[in-house]
């Protein structure tokens, strides 16, 4: 499996921006839908976006909508996450994760689901400030 490894993460103030990346190795990236996850202190690990494989289908939890762009660059096998707007609630630790098969789409997995990923990065702290 691929390994992912996250980055740009850090402190911003409520209302300011953030782009995460998320790096993979393994030279398959391009078959595979990738997600982005999110967990803060005392809660769940929760579903924030994903996108297919070639990059033509996206989602978003409703938390994540009209703020948060997700995109990929296959010649990179680098997933980004555009986030604008943050609020502190936003503050997290965010996950990358591939999904467990190949070509998927939205429409044939729930993307919102853990157990449909097996392979995880070991995240970047977000923290936003009010």
């Known amino acids: 499996q691929d390994q992912l490894v996250e980055s740009g993460g850090g402190l911003v103030q409520a209302g300011g921006n953030l782009r995460l990346s998320c790096v993979a190795s393994?030279?398959?990236?391009?078959?595979?839908?990738m997600a982005w996850f999110r967990q803060a202190p005392g809660k769940e690990r929760e579903f924030v976006s994903a996108?297919?494989?070639?990059?033509?289908?996206?989602y978003y939890a409703n938390s994540a909508e009209g703020r948060f762009t997700i995109s990929r660059d296959n010649t990179k096998a680098t997933v980004y996450l555009q986030m604008t707007s943050l609020r502190p609630d936003d503050s997290a630790v965010y996950y990358c994760a591939r999904d467990r098969l190949a070509f998927r789409t939205v429409e044939k997995m729930d993307v919102t689901k853990i157990l449909e990923y097996n392979s995880w990065g070991r995240g970047t702290q977000v923290t936003v400030s009010s």
């Open positions: 393994g030279g398959i990236f391009s078959r595979y839908l």
């Open positions: 996108i297919t494989s070639n990059g033509a289908d996206t």
